[in-house]
């Protein structure tokens, strides 16, 4: 996976926690799982990029880029 699909992802989790922040203020159904999708998104995006700089690492030295 590239960096550019994890960003994207991130993002989007990013948009959706905001929007269900937004839903949770106004009291609008569906507010709660936005934000449990959109947390459970950033998770598994900072897990993706976890493992992509470690192997990296590994491979390449990333952090000297």
């Known amino acids: 996976m590239k960096y550019l699909h994890i960003l994207v992802i991130f993002i ?3 948009a ?3 929007v269900g922040a937004l839903f949770k203020l106004m009291h609008w159904p ?3 799982l ?3 999708i959109g ?3 950033q998770f598994i995006s900072l897990v993706l990029l ?3 700089v470690i ?3 590994k491979n390449n030295d990333f952090l000297n880029k």
């Open 12 to 14: 989007l989790a990013t």
């Open 16 to 18: 959706l926690m905001v």
């Open 30 to 32: 569906g507010a709660s």
């Open 34 to 36: 936005m934000l449990i």
């Open 39 to 41: 947390m459970g998104g």
């Open 50 to 52: 976890a493992a992509k």
């Open 55 to 57: 192997s990296e690492r």
